[in-house]
């Protein structure tokens, strides 16, 4: 078929790949402005952009598609379809319709649970066992549309939001490219999405990073695990009389530990939460890289009986 690719970050590298390897026409890559970046504030391309180049691709990336001019060019492509993974930005109706067969999205949850902007990371947070990836139909609404196809995952006490992401990268890319591939045989109906169990992946924000630990020693593995690699949840250490703050980027949970919430148990940075404790295997103390925790112990001693913030 021909198509448009619609995306940006590293996540959907692979669905553009896939699609290149199924043979489909190529008529354009959409993805987001280069943006500064690193110390000096060069101007960098999204991951997407670089793949596309690299594949001899036109490549577009338009602020925003809400002109008419932008509107025109896309209807111009004379598309069958366009694939949309983790473009950025909003698509006008007009935009949604022009292709033959609509925008098809490659999401990263289990619709209708965690519609919108961050869904892995408020999988982990909230404590599910379960997700996966989802193509789906879009409209106007936010990730409302009837669904195609899915492939679930578990999500492990080992998986991180930089782990689920890279899996769900990976084995969402060849559901995508069989999702193209039925319609273009017109194989395939569209389901439309449960009404219960609606719940919004909301944009990361400050509130969401810093630990509580009053809060349970699972409800805090989760949080530290759903925002590592990046943000980061954080808390602080009292050294030298100031508060310097160190990101918390994997842990377990012990269920049957005990202490004041905030209090250090151990010699391995093991700190109780209003029940449990939680024991950390890695950090990154702010201006430093990150480390295991038993290095970063070695140069910041911190001893059972100690208190974190």
Aim: charge should be negative; include cysteine.
């Amino acid at each position: 078929m021909r198509i448009a690719f619609m995306g940006s970050p590293d996540f959907a590298v692979p669905s553009l790949q896939a699609l290149i390897k199924a043979g489909h026409e190529i008529a354009c890559v959409y993805t987001q402005p280069p943006r500064p970046a690193g110390r000096g504030k060069k101007l960098r391309n999204t991951p997407v952009h670089d793949a596309a180049l690299a594949a001899g691709l036109e490549v577009r990336h338009p602020t925003s598609l809400k002109s008419d001019e932008e509107k025109a060019a896309f209807a111009a492509l004379n598309l069958d379809a366009a694939a949309v993974v983790a473009y950025g930005l909003i698509l006008p109706k007009a935009i949604l319709n022009a292709p033959r067969l609509g925008c098809i999205n490659l999401h990263g949850s289990l619709l209708p649970r965690w519609r919108g902007a961050a869904p892995m990371q408020r999988a982990i947070m909230a404590g599910d066992k379960m997700t996966g990836v989802q193509t789906m139909q879009m409209e106007a609404g936010l990730d409302t549309g009837p669904v195609y196809l899915t492939a679930s995952t578990p999500i492990t006490a080992e998986d991180t939001a930089g782990t689920l992401h890279d899996r769900l990268a990976e084995i969402g890319a060849p559901v995508l490219a069989e999702t193209l591939a039925a319609l273009e045989h017109s194989g395939l109906d569209a389901k439309p999405q449960a009404k219960d169990g609606v719940t919004y992946a909301h944009k990361l924000g400050p509130d969401d990073a810093r630990i509580d630990w009053t809060k349970s020693a699972e409800e805090v593995d989760w949080q530290i695990r759903g925002l590592s690699p990046f943000p980061g949840s954080w808390f602080e250490i009292d050294q030298d009389g100031a508060h310097i703050r160190v990101k918390a980027l994997m842990s377990h949970y012990i269920a049957d530990a005990t202490g004041t919430p905030g209090q250090v148990l151990d010699d391995q940075l093991t700190i109780a939460c209003g029940t449990g404790a939680v024991r950390l295997s890695r950090v990154q103390k702010a201006g430093k890289s990150a480390c295991a925790t038993s290095d970063f112990l070695r140069g910041n001693p911190i001893t059972s009986g100690d208190e974190v913030y």
